[in-house]
């Protein structure tokens, strides 16, 4: 049986993985979890803070989420992200609508330089 911090370990490589294939200069932050850098992955676009859970439902508390909101950087254009795993390894992203629908319009205009 895998410990809390090894499944965590793992989720945060597995989101790593997954930014990096658009965004190479991703990475772990340093001393993820140690509060020396913001949120456990830092990529162009965000700052990633993952969660893993022991039951099957995921909560995002405002204070988990004001903790990293409140780090960042004034007039910052990263997005806050949450990764969240349940218990069964199902994993669910969070984040603010306007930060979502800001995504979707930027991966748009992407999509319609190509």
Not at 55 to 78: A, C, D, F, G, R
Request: glycine letters at 6%; charged letters at 30%.
């Amino acid at each position: 049986m895998k410990s809390k911090k090894n499944k965590g370990t793992e989720l945060e490589l597995w989101i790593l993985s997954k930014i990096k294939e658009f965004d190479s200069k991703a990475r772990l932050s340093r001393g993820s979890g140690n509060g020396n850098d913001i949120g456990d992955i830092v990529s162009s676009l965000f700052y990633c803070e993952c969660k893993n859970h022991d039951k099957e439902n995921v909560i995002l508390t405002m204070k988990v989420y004001n903790h990293l909101v409140n780090q960042l950087p004034i007039h910052s254009s990263k997005i806050p992200i949450f990764v969240h795993q349940n218990n069964e390894g199902k994993r669910f992203i969070t984040l603010e609508a306007n930060d979502f629908f800001r995504l979707l319009q930027n991966g748009e205009h992407y999509e319609n330089e190509k």
